[in-house]
């Protein structure tokens, strides 16, 4: 798995298989989103620790208003 020039980092690295699989959510427009939304955003969030919101137009507020859900900024 390692180059020739890269074999010095990966005696430090250790590779492995990552075992979950990214959620996708389709169907739900960021700018308006609703209490019950944010939750099922975050239980998303928290099971598969990695999602993806495809063919999003965010607006600067509507970006910022989705981070606030999740914590402080």
């Given at each position: ?6 074999k010095?980092?990966?005696?430090f ?5 990552i ?55």
């Amino acid at each position: 798995m390692c180059k020739t020039y890269w074999k010095w980092i990966c005696t430090f690295l250790k590779f492995e298989p990552i075992t979950y699989v990214p959620f996708d959510i389709e169907g739900l427009d960021l700018n308006q989103l609703n209490d019950q939304s944010i939750q099922d955003i975050h239980s998303a969030l928290l099971k598969h620790q990695v999602i993806f919101f495809r063919k999003q137009q965010l607006t600067a507020q509507s970006q910022v208003q989705l981070a606030k859900t999740f914590g402080t900024l």
